[in-house]
């Protein structure tokens, strides 16, 4: 089975743009999350999706949103850039929803210029 | 709140020796699950270890175990005859309704 694919794998922006992330999921898993990894916080939970539905949600401002689609691919937006927002990006998949066992992807690594 | 502490930011071990990783958490479920990834230069989050809190028993995968300590919250990973392969950054999580991770420790292998 393939793993949890992210694309792009590298993403330069400049502060106010938007950039969109995309994930799959393993084939078969409907859950997929979404984690901000930044030097000064750490891990974080973004949210999580599952039948194309957010269901569960962190601490972040409305400028993170994301969406899923039928096929449980997801993606994810940053809306307004900050220079903040500088982070790897990871998403993990599981079969359903709020389940522990989270397989993750490569991730993104975004840079705000 | 759930939280999780890892007060070790580096740790050293050389070659075939044990280390331990320390992590302390805190919530107030009674139904939950620890874990410890490792985070290569590669970046790729990998699954070290799990632990169902509800089991006394202790989690074991080859080289890496842990002892649980349910009363006192506390979930360390021991590794045994260490390896070059295994410098990383180790993370230590929780899980109820979603994974909070530590700060990471990141352990250093000498040859």
């Known amino acids: 089975k393939a793993g949890v694919t992210q694309t792009p794998r590298y993403l330069i922006k400049t502060r106010g743009q938007q950039v969109t992330l995309s994930c799959s999921p393993i084939?078969?898993?409907?859950?997929v999350s979404w984690y901000q990894q930044t030097p000064g916080q750490g891990l974080q939970f973004l949210f999580e999706?599952?039948?194309?539905?957010?269901?569960n949600k962190g601490n972040f401002p409305g400028r993170f949103s994301g969406r899923q689609f039928s096929n449980s691919r997801s993606e994810m937006n940053v809306s307004t850039l900050e220079l903040g927002d500088s982070a790897l990006y990871l998403c993990?998949?599981?079969?359903?929803?709020?389940?522990?066992?989270?397989?993750f992807g490569p991730g993104t690594r975004l840079t705000v210029l | 709140a759930q939280t999780v502490t890892q007060s070790q930011p580096e740790m050293s071990v050389q070659e075939a020796e044990t280390v331990t990783l320390s992590c302390t958490y805190d919530?107030?479920?009674?139904?939950?699950?620890l874990f410890w990834y490792k985070q290569p230069p590669s970046r790729q989050m990998i699954l070290v270890i799990r632990?169902?809190?509800?089991?006394?028993q202790n989690a074991t995968e080859n080289r890496f175990s842990v002892n649980f300590q349910k009363a006192a919250k506390s979930f360390s990973l021991k590794i045994s005859d260490s390896q070059l392969g295994d410098a990383a950054m180790y993370f230590c999580?929780?899980?109820?309704?979603?994974?909070?991770f530590g700060a990471g420790t990141r352990l250093t292998v000498k040859p």
């Open positions: 993990a998949s599981s079969l359903v929803i709020r389940d522990n066992e989270q397989f």
């Open positions: 084939s078969g898993h409907r859950s």
């Open positions: 999706y599952f039948s194309e539905t957010q269901r």
């Open positions: 919530t107030s479920e009674s139904d939950y699950y």
């Open positions: 632990q169902e809190a509800y089991k006394q």
């Open positions: 999580a929780s899980f109820v309704d979603d994974m909070r």
